[in-house]
């Protein structure tokens, strides 16, 4: 089983401010996380994705990640907003190999709407 | 590379009636593509598994007869929402992995916003 918590349905920031949203995990088997990125009535964008090389992932647009495992936590930062950064972000889990329910499907957490204020 | 397209990306229906929504990849085949929901406000919901030449696996509480699912093709799947009600207005998400690829990458399409009057 799997499950995704994202605290903070809406994130707000000024211009130029760090932005961290926050993602928690629960998985019965080594996970791989994922962030996603969903601009208004479109699918969704791959911002980063780790799957157990380095725990500090990097990723499009200048946004990266740290994997903790004793946390188990994967939360999102950027140092810089940007306005055209405004948008909906989405963590994910998906179980890694040997073939269990959970091996390659999607879990999705809730979301965090990214607001950048001028 | 690994482009998805949705037709259509909108569609209004009257309530009883059938759509059906084609999620194609562009530039690579994909033996599995899945379909999601996304309700206003909220998270992506799985729905089905669509594996080339065989049946779609459906998530608990997804009626398959109400969600027909297709995959006819290495690049093709198309998703039936039959007698559409009301309540089946969503934003339908469909996303392919590449055949033989690794199994934690998903290309996701551009989503169709699904009207039931």
């Known amino acids: 089983a799997q499950s995704v918590t994202q605290l903070g349905s809406h994130v707000s920031v000024s211009e130029g401010a760090l932005v961290l949203l926050r993602c928690n995990y629960s998985s019965s088997v080594p996970p791989y996380l994922f962030w996603y990125v969903q601009y208004p009535n479109q699918g969704l964008q791959l911002l980063l994705k780790?799957?157990?090389?380095?725990?500090l992932v990097k990723g499009i647009n200048g946004f990266e990640a740290e994997f903790k495992k004793s946390e188990t936590s994967f939360h999102l930062t950027k140092p810089s907003a940007h306005m055209s950064d405004a948008a909906e972000y989405f963590c994910a889990v998906s179980g890694r190999g040997g073939g269990g329910t959970s091996y390659g499907k999607l879990t999705f957490g809730q979301g965090t709407i990214l607001t950048v204020h001028p | 590379g690994a482009v998805v397209s949705q037709h259509p990306s909108r569609v209004i229906c009257k309530s009883g009636t059938s759509v059906k929504i084609e999620c194609r990849s562009l530039d690579f085949q994909a033996t599995t593509m899945f379909w999601y929901r996304q309700f206003p406000k909220q998270s992506l919901m799985l729905m089905a598994t669509s594996n080339e030449g065989s049946k779609a696996t459906y998530e608990q509480g997804v009626e398959k007869d109400k969600f027909l699912i297709n995959h006819a093709s290495l690049t093709l799947s198309t998703l039936t929402v039959t007698s559409a009600h009301p309540e089946d207005s969503s934003f339908y998400i469909c996303s392919a992995r590449l055949a033989g690829g690794p199994p934690d990458t998903q290309y996701f399409g551009p989503g169709t916003r699904l009207t039931v009057l």
């Open positions: 780790y799957t157990s090389a380095a725990t």
